[in-house]
Nanobody, 125 residues
Framework: QVQLVESGGGLVQAGGSLRLSCAAS????????MGWFRQAPGKEREFVAA????????YYADSVKGRFTISRDNAKNTVYLQMNSLKPEDTAVYYC??????????????????WGQGTQVTVSS
């Protein structure tokens, strides 16, 4: 069982930046592909970004490409989401997730095995 804890959310003005962190209890985080998802009020959960176990391969939703960067530090069992040029439409609860298929890189939330509790990001206009 992998426990994931997100942090770094908050309130920011449009155009600003935030860095989310996801700390994992699992000492072998490099066994997992990691993803970030978000869910806005009244909307379905949507894919944001994913990163393979090695950190070499990444995958982004079109809506965040060029603005968000996913990265990981396996030695620290932590995954990050750097969010720049934030827009009001980025407002959501952000979740990190772990996929035990370390070779995979998917936006399908059903493929992820473990989820954090989420952290709120609010972007004001």
């Amino acid at each position: 069982q992998v426990q994931l804890v997100e942090s770094g959310g908050g309130l920011v003005q449009a155009g600003g930046s935030l860095r989310l962190s996801c700390a994992a209890s699992e000492r072998t985080l490099n066994s997992y592909t990691m993803g970030w998802f978000r869910q806005a009020p009244g909307k379905e959960r949507e894919f944001v970004a994913a990163i393979k176990w090695s950190g070499v391969s990444t995958y982004y939703a079109d809506s965040v490409k060029g603005r968000f960067t996913i990265s990981r530090d396996n030695a620290k069992n932590t995954v990050y989401l750097q969010m720049n040029s934030l827009k009001p439409e980025d407002t959501a609860v952000y979740y990190c997730a772990a996929d035990n298929r370390r070779w995979a890189l998917t936006k399908d939330s059903d493929e992820y095995d473990y989820w954090g509790q989420g952290t709120q990001v609010t972007v004001s206009s």
